[in-house]
């Protein structure tokens, strides 16, 4: 099938969704202040290497950033991911093993919880990001898109979207972009707020989080 529809990002629409991010993303680094000095002294105690993991990531348009996230892995974790190709558990151009043993014993409850994710805040509040959107790509990923994988760049990439509150890792790589097409062609600003709304009880009970 091929889809027709005009994005339904407008200049309006879009001056409302950054004003939602500000908002958003500033109470919500505030109120995760005393959170973040916690998961900083448990990555510290718990494995050598600093306590954010920093990474490019491809944004709107391709545009690259720098995402921020808490380390979940052990230092040097990326320079070993050759080693590992071989048990890939995603398809298409995503990289997920389960039990990675890359993992730190403090990352597990991180990645389970999605706090490692947290740091991302900064992020939006950048503008680099929006709270809801297609999940940010690597360059890697990006590299082997088919065309209509593309579509899914022509907004900000969010901490959370319809593919993580949908099935999240359970989900094909070609399934998640679907989801992402359909939020990009029929945003609204209800459907973000139901997106975040949905994320909490994904983010508690850990649903396809790995």
Known sequence: LIGVREVTFGRSARLVKRFVDIAVATVGLVIC?????IVALAIRLDSPGPVIFSQTRVGVNGK???????RSMREGAEDELEELKEMNEADGPLFKIHADPRMTRVGRILRR??????PQLWNVLRGEM???????????EVAQYQEWHKRRLEVRPGLTGLWQVRGRCLLSFDEGV?????????????????????????????????
């Open 33 to 37: 202040i005393p959170l973040f000095l």
């Open 64 to 70: 690259p950033f720098r995402l921020h996230k808490f």
């Open 113 to 118: 919880t999605s706090i490692d994710e947290l």
């Open 130 to 140: 929006s709270m809801v959107g297609p999940r940010p790509a690597l360059p890697s």
């Open 178 to 210: 679907l989801l992402d097409i359909y939020y990009i062609e029929n945003w609204s600003l209800w459907l973000d707020f139901k997106i975040m709304l949905l994320t909490v009880p994904h983010v508690l009970f850990g649903d396809g989080a790995y």
